[in-house]
Structures are given as C-alpha cells and as structure tokens.
C-alpha cells in the first residue's frame, strides 16, 4: 500500500497554527491557517519538492478562522476545490467563525477577547460538502475523512491507512504549541462530545496524532489524558458545571 506521508506546513510560530500536506500518490492539503497565509502555505508546498498545482483537494477541518482563514485564497492560488462540512459564509461578503467560541479555562477566556480570533476573511462554498466519513482514494490519498464532532458540530480529521490522524482541534497542546504534552485547545462547543470523538478515534489505533496546534502527539500519552479528562469532565457534569454550546449557563 502506497504509504501517505503527513507533513506539518507550520502557519505561525514554529506549531502554534499548522496546516499539513498529506502526499499520497497525489498531495492534498489539510487545513489553511490564518486569513493572508495562502502565499506562505503555497511557497511551503512548493519547498518540499510538490507543485502547488497539483494539490488535488483542501480539506477544512472546521469553522475557526485559524483553520479555513486562506482556504478560498489557496483555492485560487492552487485550482484546488474545498471540502468542508458546511458553508463558511456569514451575512457580509466576509466570513469569519461560524459560531462565539465557548472558552476552557483562562487562556480561552483571554483568548476569546483577542481580535485574532474574529478576524474574518473570504467565504468559501464548499466544493465539497462532507456528509459522513469519505475515502480519499479518488483523489490519490489512502486516508478518509472522518467526522469527529464535538470542538464545533462540523469537525473532522483525516485518517491515513498508516494510522497518521490530522486531527485538527480534536486535542491540542498547551497554550496553542507550547509544551509538548496532550491539552485542549482554549476552546470547545461541546467537550463531552469532542472527547467521545477523540477517544472513538483513538479506539482506531492511530500511530501518530497531527495537531492544529502544536508538535505531533503520541496516542498512548493521548489516550492517558483522555481517560483523566474523561474523569475531570464527569465531575463536572454531575456538578452541572459543563457548559455546551447547547445548553448555555443561565
Ligand atoms: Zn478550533
């Protein structure tokens, strides 16, 4: 079996915002950072030996601006079509995140007063609209998409037939890239939900989880901390102090 290869196309820092190229019998790319990052993603392909025109799809993992900012732009730049779950339109020509973020913890909440995070940028379609897990084999990669709900309703991650899971928000490490150990990242819409989902995909036996923010992850540290968050947030919930997109504090 053609082995796909996952590659990290940082967008800012060193890990703090990640794309990645996944090159298959064809390259396609997952996720496109910040709004004004196309160009960069674009020469990155480029160092690494693909043609930026032979990119055959862009995934979007979800609707946060830090994933889809340059998504239409790429587009554009690359020929490629977006898959996605969902339109990212908004009531202007601007698009900018689908839904307010529902912080974790202080980081999130100061976060979540950045104008970084509103930032809005060009809307896209998608070309292809996500309804369920999707094989990629069509279009030269042995990997399917798959729907891990829960960090926003429409998330996905990409699943190799290595084991290599681009997992977009599904965990994160701390402080968007720093520290090297298992996190969330500042936000989720619904925790409870997006453990369930990283803890379904950890049951697939991934070799390596790609995050949008920060180094590679191992799942065995990965699947440690899920089962302490499982725990934490079980508490939580039969205090009724978790919080989901949902079912808002009063
Ligand atoms: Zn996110």
């Given at each position: 079996?053609?082995?796909?290869?996952?590659?990290?196309?940082?967008?800012?820092?060193?890990?703090?915002?990640?794309?990645?190229?996944?090159?298959?019998?064809?390259p396609i790319v997952v996720d496109a950072g910040t709004p004004g990052s196309a160009q960069l993603i674009y020469d990155q392909i480029a160092?690494?030996?693909?043609?930026?025109?032979d990119i055959h799809l862009i995934v979007v993992?979800?609707?946060?601006?830090?994933?889809?900012g340059s998504a239409a732009e790429l587009s554009r730049l690359t020929g490629a079509p977006i898959a996605g779950t969902s339109p990212i339109s908004a009531p202007t020509e601007r698009a900018g995140p689908v839904s307010?973020?529902?912080p974790i913890g202080l980081f999130g909440r100061l976060l979540v007063r950045s104008a970084r995070v509103r930032e809005t940028t060009e809307p896209f379609g998608p070309d292809?609209?996500?309804?369920g897990a999707t094989r990629l084999s069509d279009l030269g990669v042995e990997a399917r998409i798959m729907p891990t709900p829960g960090h926003t309703a429409g998330s996905v991650s990409v699943l190799t037939d290595h084991g290599d899971l681009v997992a977009g928000d599904l965990v994160a490490t701390p402080f968007l890239g720093f520290g090297k150990r298992p996190a969330n990242p500042p936000f989720h819409d619904d925790r409870l939900?997006?453990?369930a989902s990283l803890r379904e995909m950890l049951a697939l036996a991934p070799t390596k989880l790609h995050v949008g923010h920060g180094a590679p992850l191992n799942p065995e540290?990965?699947?440690?901390?899920?089962?302490?968050?499982?725990?934490?947030?079980?508490?939580?919930?039969v205090r009724g102090r978790l919080r989901t997109k949902s079912e808002p504090a009063a």
């Open positions: 079996m053609f082995q796909t290869k996952v590659i990290a196309i940082p967008v800012l820092g060193k890990h703090s915002v990640n794309a990645y190229l996944l090159l298959g019998r064809q160092s690494h030996g693909v043609n930026p025109q993992t979800h609707g946060h601006v830090d994933h889809f307010p973020y529902l292809l609209l996500i309804r939900g997006n453990l540290q990965v699947g440690l901390w899920a089962a302490a968050e499982q725990r934490r947030l079980d508490r939580l919930a």
